[in-house]
């Protein structure tokens, strides 16, 4: 049998982010840009600017992000607080 390795249709990424606090800070601003986004889009629609389709789809995507980020907030915690649960 032969085994032939596989090689990936796209590039290889360069590097890795290493996890520091800004990336955390990204991602709380990418958040904070999702819901100003949607609260535009439901504001427009309100003065007759904009969709309805708009405002619901910006809506269910921040309300998705949210929901996401509070998930892993509670995941953090929790591991948080087994850590500082054990015994040294």
Do not use: C, H, K, W
């Not at 427009?44 to 309805?52: C, E, I, K, N, V």
């Not at 998930?71 to 054990?86: E, F, H």
Request: proline share 2%; net charge negative.
């Amino acid at each position: 049998m032969r085994v032939e390795a596989l090689i990936p249709d796209v590039p290889l990424v360069a590097g890795r982010e290493s996890g520091d606090a800004a990336a955390f800070s990204r991602a709380l601003d990418a958040l904070g840009g999702a819901l100003r986004a949607a609260n535009r889009a439901e504001d427009s629609f309100a003065y007759g600017s904009g969709s309805l389709q708009d405002a619901v789809y910006e809506r269910a995507q921040a309300d998705v992000a949210l929901a996401v980020a509070t998930s892993s907030t509670q995941r953090i915690a929790q591991a948080v607080q087994s850590v500082l649960n054990m015994q040294v």
